[in-house]
């Protein structure tokens, strides 16, 4: 269950998170005795004469019993980059970790979580229909509507994928491909939903009349409605991922040929680069022109919470869309409070009584068991609406039988109307209380909680990157909507939020941008769409907004026509992970080539990597130069001017070069933004921004400055 309480909480987008070193707590695995490890060895030799498997296996015959390998080798990469999934115990792998050719060798058991529609732009439907979209999620339902081909063109040239699909499972021109990798699975059928609300989302057709229990009417739509779709079933169909099947997909979607992988699943913490499965498949998609769009984490708005912290991904969080879900009480005094929820019941003018849950007298959440706590009879809370101050007094609630909880919104981080099994109304703390003086001021305190209704949120969008709140889309019909296993409501379309949703969505425009450029990098189409977003609406005050929302709100037309990008190659990446301090063997394993780590100069430290957020840690009083190169790719002949937004005057921001002149397409020009810190320096962070203009384009880049004492 805790694992999908991840799903329900706030999210994060933060771009810039691939530049902030000390976000969270890599977590300590415990015993480690005969477990399935990973053993990454970097790229595939070129030489033709090279066999991963027999590498595989000679190196296996130093540390296990020859008889026993085939036992004991579970996987093999050997596609798109080199190494092999095992089970090792410690000895086993302590042996391989020092073995000449392994790079890292990391645990696969880790328990990757689930974290977490589109308008009528400029389309080229010729180049659209060509873009094939690899989703690594928990596979796909092949039947649902939003999978349909009708009227697609033949599939394209340079699909190299098959649809291996297993059981009862075949493609179609929208499908082009499947495979499946979780143990014991027989086939790439979605029985758990993500993976097909997420590929609906990216890549989903047309779909009229689709609804949630009569709520959020409308069509359903992906990013790119004629794109087509390529499940990897990596997570088994309770949600659970592993290093080895995400590995596993990587290596196979970038040599089948994928445009864009978006993955939608994450640990809990940010790991090193080189013991983390989607760090490393992404890097490799990175070498091969494929842009990987990954969820950040669910855990913010909250400092150090971003898990997604490689530069060469591409991070996303969540925003609201125009579309709210409320969710009325009336209180038996007619008082009528709005809260949020997704409720699909309607009240019949039912009223029922209110009963009251005081978390501190009954910590469930400590050791103490419910039968031990005499606070609370089960029987005072059975058939009745819970007004509970604590998360776990919901829980409590409904295994005694509530009808519904009441509860404070702000004990959530996740401020969403969710889709539950039983009624959960979140009310704003003013609003709370007032349903608390109600209780108290009548012995028979009674309320009906109406059937949810949507309004037009005019403040959105508030928090992101890309639509992830209370999206619907396609879903299995396997799953119930609420992933709560007892709740038996089986459905094609459903509402979920979290980052999972909103990734996705930001594959779209990926795609929507490739579309339009094919020759450009990942970094570049990266940039393109972080260096053009607009504004997000919010509370959050100026000092951590970009903390909480990154670069701001996607925009994909302005995205396609970006003016400048920061573009990032493959060897400015090996040289960012050389000042990370790994060994130049290892690097040189990891590229494949003979790039290696040149000095360390102030203008190859991590900062400078060309990213398009600017994050600098300085001390006190001192002068910190940021190095950054832009490429013209708007108007051959071009002026841009450079602007400074929000001065703080404790910090000291210049440009140096304020006005970049171009003659050419593809011409670059560096800069350098010099940041000096002031005397009176109270505070940690500061943000500012920088913002190139030709006049026709607004090419903007965020500046945090982060004071280290
Ligand atoms: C294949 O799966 C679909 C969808 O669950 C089901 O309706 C159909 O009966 C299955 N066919 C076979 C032969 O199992
Ligand atoms: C209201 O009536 C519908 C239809 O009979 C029923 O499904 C629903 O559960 C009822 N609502 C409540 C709160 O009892
Ligand atoms: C609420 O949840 C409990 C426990 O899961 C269940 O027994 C009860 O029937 C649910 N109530 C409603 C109205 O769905
Ligand atoms: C609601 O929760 C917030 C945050 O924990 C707390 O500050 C506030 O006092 C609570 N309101 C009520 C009415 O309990
Ligand atoms: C309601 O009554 C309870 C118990 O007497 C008390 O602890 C609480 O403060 C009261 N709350 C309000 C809002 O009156
Ligand atoms: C690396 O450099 C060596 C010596 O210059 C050369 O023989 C080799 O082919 C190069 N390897 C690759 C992968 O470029
Ligand atoms: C570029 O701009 C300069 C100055 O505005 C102008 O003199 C020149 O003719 C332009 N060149 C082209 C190719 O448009
Ligand atoms: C920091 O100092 C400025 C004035 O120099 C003041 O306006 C601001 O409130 C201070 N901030 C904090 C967090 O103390």
């Not at 779909?207 to 079933?233: E, Q």
């Not at 360390?600 to 001192?622: F, G, M």
């Not at 190095?627 to 450079?642: D, L, M, Q």
């Amino acid at each position: 269950m805790a694992k999908h309480n991840v799903v329900f909480s706030f999210l994060v987008s933060l771009f810039l998170a691939s530049l902030i070193p000390l976000v969270c707590d890599a977590t300590k695995s415990g015993d480690e005795s005969n477990k399935l490890h990973i053993v990454y060895m970097g790229s595939l030799p070129k030489e033709a004469s090279y066999s991963p498997s027999s590498h595989h296996l000679s190196l296996l015959q130093h540390v296990v019993d020859g008889s026993d390998i085939e036992n004991r080798l579970v996987q093999s990469y050997k596609r798109s980059f080199n190494g092999f999934a095992v089970v090792l115990n410690d000895q086993q792998r302590e042996k391989l970790v020092g073995m000449k050719g392994v790079v890292s060798v990391f645990p696969s058991q880790e328990s990757w979580d689930f974290l977490g529609l589109p308008q009528s732009f400029k389309r080229d439907q010729t180049i659209e229909s060509g873009l094939v979209i690899g989703v690594i999620d928990s596979g796909i339902w092949p039947e649902s509507e939003s999978f349909n081909d009708k009227g697609l063109a033949p599939i394209t040239k340079k699909w190299r994928g098959v649809c291996d699909g297993g059981v009862n499972f075949s493609c179609n021109k929208k499908i082009i491909g499947a495979r499946f990798y979780a143990v014991g699975d027989v086939s790439a059928r979605d029985k758990f939903g993500h993976g097909t609300h997420t590929s609906s989302i990216v890549g989903g057709r047309e779909v009229n009349d689709v609804s949630f229990y009569g709520l959020a009417n409308g069509i359903a739509r992906g990013g790119i409605p004629s794109s087509r779709i390529t499940a990897y079933k990596s997570c088994n169909d309770f949600g659970t991922c592993t290093n080895d099947a995400i590995l596993a997909a990587f290596d196979d979607a970038i040599a089948d040929g994928v445009d864009v992988i978006t993955i939608s699943l994450g640990a809990h913490n940010a790991i090193d680069f080189l013991s983390d499965s989607i760090s490393i498949g992404s890097f490799h998609a990175m070498e091969n022109g494929i842009l990987t769009v990954h969820s950040v984490g669910n855990t913010g708005p909250v400092p150090s919470s971003v898990c997604s912290v490689s530069p060469w991904l591409f991070s996303v969080a969540a925003t609201t869309t125009d579309r709210k879900f409320i969710d009325k009480i009336i209180l038996g005094n007619g008082q009528t409070f709005i809260g949020k929820s997704i409720n699909t019941i309607p009240s019949n003018d039912t009223k029922f009584s209110i009963a009251v849950h005081n978390a501190q007298a009954c910590p469930i959440r400590g050791n103490a068991s419910p039968e031990k706590c005499d606070c609370m009879e089960k029987n005072m809370v059975k058939g009745k609406l819970v007004l509970s101050g604590s998360p776990s007094g919901q829980l409590f609630s409904f295994t005694s039988g509530a009808i519904g909880v009441i509860l404070n919104a702000s004990q959530y981080d996740f401020d969403a109307s969710l889709v539950t099994k039983n009624l959960t109304l979140k009310l704003e703390s003013k609003d709370f209380v007032q349903v608390q003086y109600y209780k108290n001021s009548t012995s028979y305190p009674v309320a009906e909680i109406l059937k949810s209704e949507i309004f037009h949120d005019t403040g959105a969008p508030r928090i992101i990157s890309a639509p992830g709140v209370e999206i619907l889309t396609a879903y299995s019909p396997l799953n119930s909507p609420s992933m709560d296993i007892s709740d038996n409501r089986k459905v094609k379309y459903t509402i979920l939020s979290g980052t999972s949703m909103s990734c996705p969505h930001a594959a779209g425009v990926v795609g929507y941008v490739k579309s339009f450029h094919p020759d450009w990098s990942p970094a570049a189409i990266k940039s393109a769409i972080m260096t053009t977003t607009t504004p997000v609406k919010g509370t959050y005050d100026d000092l951590v907004g970009e903390f909480a929302y990154g670069s701001g709100n996607i925009n994909p037309k302005q995205a396609i026509e970006p003016g400048l990008v920061y573009d990032i190659t493959k060897q400015d990446y090996v040289q960012m992970l050389c000042n990370y301090g790994y060994s130049a063997e290892k690097i040189k394993q990891i590229s494949g080539d003979n790039s290696s780590c040149h000095g360390t100069s102030e203008r190859s430290l991590v900062k400078d990597i060309n990213y398009p957020a600017i994050v600098v840690p300085i001390l006190k009083h001192l002068h910190v130069k940021v190095h950054r190169t832009v490429t013209n790719v708007g108007f051959p002949n071009s002026t841009y001017k450079a602007t400074l937004i929000h001065r703080n005057p404790e910090i000291m921001i210049s440009v140096e070069r304020e006005v970049l002149s171009f003659k050419s397409l593809n011409e670059k020009q560096s800069f350098v933004v010099n940041v000096v810190g002031g005397e009176k320096l109270n505070q940690t962070l500061f943000s500012s921004s920088l913002v190139w203009s030709d006049g026709t384009h607004n090419v903007k880049s965020p500046i945090i400055v982060h004071i280290s004492l």
